[in-house]
């Protein structure tokens, strides 16, 4: 649990950095180089188009497994009459709740303390998936801003090569196991997936 709030503050945090270069990028027209070493003669580390990308491989793999997380842990909800009192003594022990039983508890106590444990567990995965998708998509929206600018597209190139794997890999993401309506996010998706493809034509 220690380990899953701190998760929530550093995709917090991540949210605030994507959440400015969105600012400006969006608001304040500003264009990122493609790379730290592009152009960069002042020495001083720079908002890139490899940053937003580095962010983005970062939440999909986050949104990936906690999708998964999410996805077990309430399954051991609806299957929590089934489990054998060692099972449930096992979530109870996980969630570090000893101290709410005692041995002389009986089976449907220990249910129910550790349905609370799961459902707590679950609800902090949602959280954590609806900041990783306000980060995507932001993220989403740079490349999109930086792909429709002609002046920017001519040399995003080598950058498609790298960018367009990520990109299926977020198509394949599941409604099911994440617990929302995708259909928007898969459409930014996959508009910036057609000019990924045509930037690797040109």
Not at 1 to 7: A, C, H, M, P, T
Not at 8 to 29: D, E, H, P, R
Not at 141 to 146: N, Q
């Amino acid at each position: 649990l220690r380990n899953q709030k701190s998760e929530l503050v550093l995709f917090g945090i991540c949210f605030g950095l994507i959440s400015y270069l969105y600012f400006l990028a969006t608001k304040k027209n500003m264009r990122f180089q493609i790379s730290d070493g592009d152009n960069n003669k002042l020495g001083q580390q720079q908002p890139t188009l490899q940053m937003v990308s580095n962010l983005l491989n970062s939440v999909t793999l986050a949104l990936e497994r906690v999708g998964e997380e999410k996805y077990l842990l309430l399954n051991k909800v609806r299957d929590l009459n089934e489990l054998s009192r060692k099972e449930v003594d096992e979530i109870i022990k996980v969630c570090m709740k000893q101290d709410c039983i005692s041995p002389n508890d009986n089976i449907r106590k220990r249910r129910y303390i550790a349905m609370i444990d799961l459902c707590c567990m679950a609800g902090n995965r949602d959280q954590l998936i609806t900041l990783l998708l306000q980060v995507a998509e932001c993220a989403i929206t740079i490349l999109l801003v930086h792909f429709h600018d002609e002046a920017c597209a001519e040399d995003l190139s080598s950058f498609s090569d790298e960018l367009l794997p990520l990109l299926e890999r977020l198509e394949h993401l599941k409604e099911d196991k994440v617990g929302r309506n995708l259909k928007l996010f898969y459409r930014s998706v996959s508009t910036l997936k057609e000019m990924t493809v045509r930037s690797m034509t040109m």
